[in-house]
């Protein structure tokens, strides 16, 4: 099972981005999907995450302007960021609890997908 990130890449202040990121694989079931960030020198920091029935959490900085959303069908969550500021350049990664069946058994593991890199310039 992986986890396949796209969509970063180089704005200007005040435009949007949309990150996409995708589980493949052989799985039962996902729950919690998110984005994390992190910029050089800080720790690693939640963005938003969701449920699997659509209950949202979010970072108060990315409130109103980032929007996060997934299609359980296509096992994907998407993150709209809307009026970028430079504050929220960072690498961008998105994390999924991934459940899996094995001789009957279920067995949940947080699965990390690779970083994309978001870059917002003045």
């Known amino acids: 099972v992986q986890l396949q990130a796209s969509g970063g890449g180089l704005v200007q202040a005040g435009g949007s981005l949309t990150l996409s990121c995708a589980a493949s694989?052989?799985?039962?079931?996902?729950?919690?999907m998110a984005w994390y960030r992190q910029a050089p020198g800080k720790v690693r920091e939640l963005v938003a995450s969701?449920?699997?029935?659509?209950?949202?959490d979010s970072a108060d900085s990315v409130q109103g302007r980032f929007t996060l959303s997934r299609d359980n069908a296509l096992n994907t969550v998407y993150l709209q960021m809307n009026s970028l500021r430079l504050e929220d350049t960072a690498v961008y990664y998105c994390?999924?609890?991934?459940?899996?069946?094995?001789?009957?058994?279920?067995?949940?593991?947080?699965?990390w997908g690779q970083g994309t890199q978001v870059t917002v310039s003045s």
């Open positions: 994390n999924a609890d991934v459940v899996t069946r094995y001789s009957g058994a279920f067995y949940q593991k947080a699965l």
């Open positions: 694989g052989s799985f039962f079931s996902i729950h919690d």
């Open positions: 969701i449920t699997r029935d659509g209950s949202i």
